[in-house]
């Protein structure tokens, strides 16, 4: 299962407990990576009841379907312009229905994956920003931000949820990364946490297989130009953030629906745990559907990646009848589709938004002149 995520509960974090149980310092031996406030919760839970690990593990799912459920809500309830022809919307009840019994999130769930903690801050903030609840909003980013870094570039379509806030916003934003950071430390100790949990997620010091497509690439790479390759390949994982923002600007959630996307495929260790989340972000848009020319193709690839990556995997590592390019194939697939629907899913908004400001373009090809 650690092919799939890189935060599998039973061998990261039981192993930072017992370090830390144990009086071992937690991050001086490079083998845990996991942020300290994680630490405390799982050392606590461990130590009273750790039958109740599962137990914590439904009750995010259902909390973030819940959450799912509310943006659909709120979104729907929201004006705006509508097609002169009939739309359907999928009810909240259907988007929460559609994340729990996702594949991808009953693997999460199952593997006690530490993402499910992230991709929870997330939803709140979502959730808390569409109520313009500005400082439980920036405390939800601040914790998905702080837990695995990537969720900072949410920060500019938040502030567009929280329009007439920004400042306050961004005040609160900062304010909580400080009190989180500041526990970090009374807990730890030390600030070793930095270079451990964000420095390998920056550096990319672990190049144990995923479903991204960083460990290939600088498995193969000269060290000469490790540096270079490290700062583009982070670079590009934000670089998207400003154009996304400004394009639909008048979307806030779309862009959290792309940029969470983005994250999935850009961050320097995915797993399904991500890809869970911006699904179901992205069954909130049910508008767009229509418009969607290439849905089979892009669930064939998903189901086509889904299936062939654990043989795959099982091949290379456990047969020895392959190598790692059986495997990093195979992640290019998934990969592709992941790009694939993101592409499908801004082309149907744009077609929609030309097609409400066009009417009588409605069901027509548009031609470039």
């Known amino acids: ?219 193969e790479l000269f060290d000469q130009f490790r540096s270079f390759f490290m700062v583009v390949f982070q670079f590009h994982a934000f670089i998207f953030t400003l154009p996304v923002c400004i394009k639909f600007s008048h979307q806030p959630l779309f862009v959290i629906t792309v940029l969470c996307g983005i994250m999935a495929i850009f961050k320097s260790y995915p797993s399904v745990s991500d890809a869970t989340l911006y699904l179901a972000l992205i069954s909130t848009h049910s508008e767009i559907f229509q418009y969607c020319r290439q849905k089979f193709l892009i669930f064939n690839l998903f189901v086509y990646a889904s299936v062939l990556s654990p043989i795959f995997w099982h091949l290379w590592i456990y047969a020895g009848s392959g190598n790692a390019n059986f495997f990093y194939a195979i992640t290019l697939v998934y990969n592709f589709g992941q790009v694939f629907l993101l592409i499908e899913c801004v082309y149907a908004t744009l077609r929609r938004e030309f097609d409400i400001e066009h009417p009588e373009a409605i069901g027509k090809p548009v031609v470039q002149k």
């Open 1 to 219: 299962m650690h092919v799939y995520d890189y935060n599998f509960l039973s061998n990261s974090v039981t192993e930072g407990v017992f370090l830390y149980n144990n009086n071992i310092p937690p991050y001086d031996g490079g083998v845990f990576h996991q942020s300290p406030l994680l630490l405390c919760l799982f050392s606590f839970i461990t130590s009273i009841a750790p039958s109740a690990i599962p137990l914590l593990y439904t009750t995010l799912d259902l909390t973030i379907a819940y959450a799912l459920s509310a943006i659909t809500f709120i979104k729907q309830q929201q004006p705006t312009p509508k097609l002169k022809i009939e739309e359907t919307y999928i009810s909240p009840n259907t988007v929460a229905a559609l994340y729990l019994f996702n594949p991808f999130s009953i693997l999460s769930c199952a593997s006690q994956s530490t993402l499910l903690f992230t991709n929870l801050s997330i939803v709140m903030a979502t959730l808390s920003a569409l109520k313009g609840n500005v400082k439980p909003s920036m405390f939800w980013a601040a914790l998905a931000a702080y837990l695995s870094f990537y969720p900072a570039m949410l920060l500019p379509a938040l502030l567009l949820l929280l329009s007439n806030q920004k400042a306050m916003a961004i005040g609160s934003f900062m304010g909580w990364i400080a009190v989180l950071f500041g526990a970090s430390r009374l807990f730890v100790g030390s600030w070793d946490f930095i270079g451990s949990t964000y420095g390998t997620i920056i550096f990319l010091t672990d190049l144990t297989p995923n479903v991204g497509v960083f460990w290939y690439f600088f498995i």
